[in-house]
Structures are given as C-alpha cells and as structure tokens.
C-alpha cells in the first residue's frame, strides 16, 4: 500500500507497548497487508518480542481498521503461534470485536 512503512509502524508499536507496560519492549517483525472486506481492512504479522528482564517470545498480530459512526478505529489481537497460519487465525476474531462496537450516546 502506498505511503505503508512497516519498520515505522513496528516502531511506534514498540514504543506504545513500552509506555501502557511501564516496561521497555522491544518488538522486530514485518507488518503486511493482509486484504479487506465489508467491515475491515487488515495488517498482520509474527512479531520477536523482548522485555526488558530479557524475557523473549513470538507473537503473532492480526489488526483490523475501520470506521464506525464515522471514527476511525484499529482493534489487535494478540496470540501464539510463529507463522502466516497463526495470523490468519486471528483475523476473524479481530472482525468479530469491530462489528460489535458501538458509539455510546453522549451524557
């Protein structure tokens, strides 16, 4: 996809992930395109993560964006596995949270 940085985007999860841990992470992988449909338009990837004890493990990353009510949302799900196989798994799972979020009426 045009105007798509992998390493930047990879970056800034890192650095995301670091600040809600109160713990440096360190993530290398790629992130690719994965298609879309009528709900969502996918990103993926496996993921070598790092802790700052030193702790290391793979993890695979399945994103949906969309848009409801007119805002724009990523929803992530997280798992095991170290393949495209673990990837794919959690994509119908990241759709399933998209289509049931819904903008609660202001106060």
Do not use: H, W
Not at 9 to 34: N, P, T
């Amino acid at each position: 996809a045009k105007g798509f940085n992998s390493e930047e985007i990879v970056a800034s999860a890192s650095k995301e992930m670091s600040k809600a841990l109160q713990s440096k992470i360190d993530l290398k992988g790629q992130i690719r395109f994965l298609g879309k449909d009528e709900t969502c338009l996918y990103l993926g990837g496996v993921f070598d993560v790092t802790g700052a004890n030193g702790s290391a493990y793979t993890l695979a990353m399945a994103q949906c964006m969309t848009v409801v009510e007119g805002k724009m949302l990523s929803i992530y799900r997280y798992g095991e596995g170290k393949d495209g196989k673990a990837v794919e798994a959690l994509r119908p799972l990241a759709k399933a949270f998209a289509k049931g979020i819904r903008l609660a009426p202001a106060q």
